[in-house]
């Protein structure tokens, strides 16, 4: 029996998104679960496409990085709970804030190798709802009692139960290998790289610019699905300047002289999902639905900012992207100048700075501003961490085919973990 020959891969098509507004945490979504939120932003994309009948998609991939127990099967829930068929398989994934474009990744490589002809892939993460651990003392002694033979073996062990280990474990946003918040880290890489508070501030600014210019003309009109009695990103400043920014104090970084990263340039903790419709060329022609923009390449890395960012170095915790995307374009015979659009997640106005000047270090041609974030990005909209991902893939391919011409986007996502994520997206 001869092998079975791979197929030929098929260009993947970005049909769509659809997210609800974020919001910042403990505010209008405080209340709202993953599955919620998730489940929203997905019955917004059935309703737009018309998704309602058995067999519309092949598969949903979604994740979430701040899950509750209950969320274990956070995916296949979602679908169960939403307008699309109950009979749709789903999966969850998750690479902490790269989780919203690795799972459009995996669900393209299915429609280019031509296992599924639709996919819908999203994320979803609540500041607001994050799980509470049980004190592990506390755990270690109810297993212990659990374990017991006997009446009298299990009153021994919840004797040693204290009134300390009654308080929960709370999530914390730090790096289990070095104890430092992500904040912490991007201060680190800031100062590495000589990034300074007013180049912050005026990037933090223009995003607000930018993405409040984007919904005066319509632009999410498409995109954003209305929830909970909010329109809008919440975290919108649309009088953001330079002048006001500069007036924040400092909050991370502050162990060094002349900190410069602050809430202003740093985006907050935010509730919020977004999903994304991927097809085959085929699948769209058939349903009468023209890509916005084509998947084309993508590209994963990681840095040891162990040893790297601690020591000061330039292996910061957010800098992996500065080695994946000199090696996708690389790969894909393509300079920066060829894109007319890049999108490169603020999860600090410091961290995009440093990856711009990485990249020119490592021999690329500099980012054009003018084609940086044009509709507005994290520091703006906020960052659910695994909703971003998605999000950014479903504005970008907008933006490309709001252009209606042949044009190319660099998406560049930064994660904790000292990793990254990028891709690239095409129209023509």
């Given at each position: 029996m001869s092998p079975l020959k791979p197929p030929a891969a098929?260009?993947?098509?970005?049909?769509?998104?659809?997210?609800?507004?974020?919001?910042?945490?403990?505010?209008?979504?405080?209340?709202a679960s993953n599955q919620e939120m998730l489940t929203a932003a997905l019955d917004g994309l059935v309703e737009r496409y018309g998704l309602q009948e058995p067999g519309a998609v092949g598969e949903f991939v979604a994740g979430a990085v701040l899950k509750h127990a209950r969320d274990f099967n956070l995916a296949r829930e979602t679908v169960l709970g939403s307008k699309l068929d109950a009979r749709t398989p789903a999966y969850d994934i998750q690479q902490a804030c790269g989780t919203g474009l690795q799972a459009v990744i995996a669900a393209a490589n299915k429609i280019a190798l031509g296992q599924t002809e639709s996919a819908v892939a999203g994320g979803a993460d609540t500041a607001s709802d994050a799980p509470l651990g049980v004190n592990d003392r506390l755990r270690r002694i109810l297993l212990e009692a659990r374990r017991a033979k006997s009446a009298g073996g299990r009153l021994k062990a919840l004797a040693r139960v204290r009134p300390s280990h009654?308080?929960?474990?709370?999530?914390?946003?730090?790096?289990?290998?070095?104890?430092?918040?992500?904040?912490?880290?991007?201060?680190?890489?800031?100062?590495?790289?000589?990034?300074?508070?007013?180049?912050?501030?005026?990037?933090?600014?223009?995003?607000?610019?930018?993405?409040?210019?984007?919904?005066?003309?319509?632009?999410?009109?498409?995109?954003?699905?209305?929830?909970?009695?909010?329109?809008?990103d919440q975290n919108l400043r649309p009088g953001s300047t330079t002048?006001?920014?500069?007036?924040?104090?400092?909050?991370?970084?502050?162990?060094?002289?002349?900190?410069?990263?602050?809430?202003?340039?740093?985006?907050?903790?935010?509730?919020?999902?977004?999903?994304?419709?991927?097809?085959?060329?085929?699948?769209?022609?058939?349903?009468?639905?023209?890509?916005?923009?084509?998947?084309?390449?993508?590209?994963?890395?990681?840095?040891?900012?162990?040893?790297?960012?601690?020591?000061?170095?330039?292996?910061?915790?957010?800098?992996?992207?500065?080695?994946?995307?000199?090696?996708?374009?690389?790969?894909?015979?393509?300079?920066?100048?060829?894109?007319?659009?890049?999108?490169i997640h603020e999860a600090f106005a410091s961290q995009v700075l440093a990856t711009l000047a990485a990249w020119e270090k490592r021999g690329l041609t500099p980012v054009d501003r003018a084609r940086l974030n044009v509709a507005g990005s994290s520091l703006a909209t906020g960052h659910p961490f695994a909703a971003t991902g998605a999000r950014i893939v479903a504005t970008l391919a907008g933006l490309l085919a709001e252009r209606d011409a042949p044009g190319r986007g660099l998406i560049s996502v930064c994660a904790a973990g000292g990793q990254g994520v990028t891709a690239i997206l095409e129209r023509n």
């Open positions: 098929r260009r993947v098509a970005i049909i769509g998104g659809a997210r609800i507004p974020f919001a910042r945490s403990d505010g209008p979504y405080a209340t009654l308080i929960p474990d709370i999530p914390r946003n730090a790096e289990p290998r070095t104890g430092l918040s992500m904040g912490e880290h991007a201060a680190v890489t800031a100062r590495a790289w000589g990034i300074t508070r007013e180049a912050q501030d005026e990037l933090a600014a223009a995003s607000h610019q930018k993405l409040a210019a984007a919904y005066e003309r319509g632009f999410f009109r498409d995109l954003v699905i209305p929830f909970r009695d909010l329109a809008r002048a006001k920014l500069a007036a924040l104090k400092p909050v991370f970084g502050l162990d060094a002289p002349n900190p410069t990263m602050t809430a202003g340039n740093s985006t907050p903790l935010t509730d919020g999902a977004a999903t994304v419709l991927l097809a085959s060329e085929e699948w769209a022609e058939a349903r009468g639905l023209e890509p916005l923009a084509y998947l084309t390449a993508y590209e994963t890395a990681a840095v040891d900012f162990v040893a790297g960012d601690v020591a000061g170095g330039e292996d910061g915790l957010l800098m992996a992207p500065a080695y994946a995307v000199p090696r996708m374009l690389e790969r894909a015979g393509l300079g920066i100048e060829d894109f007319d659009l890049v999108e």
